[in-house]
């Protein structure tokens, strides 16, 4: 998946490429601009993800973590909500309403800002003195609250749960995703991953770098950049843990619980998936190095040792206690990789 504020342009983006040969994106086209479709995406961000950023509207107010299949989901959504009016009928009721589409939200949202703005150029203008300082107090407080008052589009619960079936990918079952104004979406995390800690005492080094210009003549001495760059070098111990069975829920979509308990249970086959996931984190944690700094380091080190602990019940248990003892290298040929396992 991406973590992004870039929302709106994902699934624009997607949405264009998927009617390439389609009728949506052309036939929206020849009846509005590129602005009107722009703001289209930006009402159903809004209604099924987070408000819009006030200062940069083209942006969501937070960062959202979304996989492929979702925006897939969110470019269908989008086509089925644009403009056809959808009717309503709540269980057990007699009477029926018409939930609009986003195109008629657009349209509305055009005319209430369009109504705001000529009230406060209205405001501004026939006031003066202390009354107009009142007058555009009011108005600052009447702007602070534009975007709670401006129309919004009803979120329809089947599409809100197509959306959460499909946000699943490996990397967010993994780590989980919270979605503040969305709370109902939110995925818990089955892996937890702990700071390395350097195993022995470490002191702090210091590279001074300088560059100099190549062009500078000779009677021009002197660097043209400098810095100091912070490094060490220490054996570090890295403990991660993962949990298979909430892992396997979010990947099989089976995390709804009724009074503390789950509503269904899992399966063999529930399984499957999640042991592969696990497989890859497991190699990852080996194989995957760092890529920071390292045309200055070269820290290409593979970890010495490791340990895997399958546990099928009980707590979890790092074992970074056992180095509140520093490891320490009492003779020239004590190796402190050797000591600290």
């Known amino acids: 998946g991406?973590?992004?504020?870039?929302?709106?342009?994902?699934?624009?983006?997607?949405?264009?490429?998927k009617d390439g040969q389609g009728d949506f994106i052309w036939e929206a086209r020849s009846k509005i601009n590129d602005e009107f479709l722009s703001e289209g995406v930006r009402v159903f961000t809004d209604a099924y993800y987070a408000k819009a950023d006030k200062k940069k509207p083209e942006k969501t107010s937070v960062l959202i973590f979304i996989s492929p299949s979702e925006v897939e989901v969110c470019v269908q959504a989008i086509k089925e909500l644009w403009d056809e009016?959808?009717?309503?009928?709540?269980?057990?009721?007699?009477?029926?309403?018409?939930?609009?589409g986003i195109a008629s939200i657009v349209k509305k949202r055009k005319e209430y800002d369009k109504k705001v703005k000529i009230k406060v150029e209205g405001g501004a203008g026939a006031q003066s003195g202390s009354d107009e300082t009142q007058d555009q107090g009011d108005d600052k407080s009447e702007d602070s609250t534009k975007d709670d008052k401006r129309p919004k589009l009803k979120v329809d619960d089947e599409i809100k749960d197509r959306i959460k079936r499909a946000q699943i990918t490996d990397d967010i079952a993994l780590?989980?995703?919270?979605?503040?104004?969305?709370?109902g979406r939110n995925t818990d995390g089955s892996c937890q991953v702990a700071h390395p800690i350097s195993t022995h005492k470490v002191d702090m080094e210091f590279d001074f770098y300088t560059a100099v210009d190549d062009l500078n003549p000779k009677e021009e001495p002197g660097a043209g950049m400098m810095g100091v760059v912070r490094f060490n070098s220490a054996c570090y111990y890295r403990y991660a843990l993962v949990d298979r069975?909430?892992?396997?829920?979010?990947?099989?979509?089976?995390?709804?619980?009724?009074?503390?308990a789950w509503i269904q249970a899992l399966e063999t086959n529930d399984y499957e998936e999640s042991d592969k996931v696990i497989e890859a984190f497991l190699e990852a944690m080996v194989y995957a190095i760092p890529t920071g700094k390292q045309n200055s380091f070269a820290a290409?080190?593979?970890?010495?040792?490791?340990?895997?602990?399958?546990?099928?019940?009980?707590v979890p248990i790092s074992l970074a206690n056992a180095f509140c003892k520093p490891v320490r290298s009492t003779k020239d040929a004590d190796d402190l990789v050797g000591l600290s396992v």
Do not use: C, H
């Open 2 to 17: 991406d973590r992004t504020k870039k929302l709106q342009e994902l699934i624009g983006n997607a949405l264009a490429a």
């Open 85 to 100: 009016p959808k009717e309503v009928t709540k269980k057990d009721a007699e009477t029926s309403k018409t939930r609009e």
């Open 175 to 183: 780590f989980g995703r919270m979605l503040a104004e969305q709370p």
């Open 245 to 260: 069975d909430q892992l396997a829920r979010n990947l099989a979509s089976k995390t709804e619980r009724t009074n503390g």
């Open 300 to 314: 290409q080190n593979l970890p010495s040792f490791g340990l895997f602990v399958r546990r099928k019940d009980g």
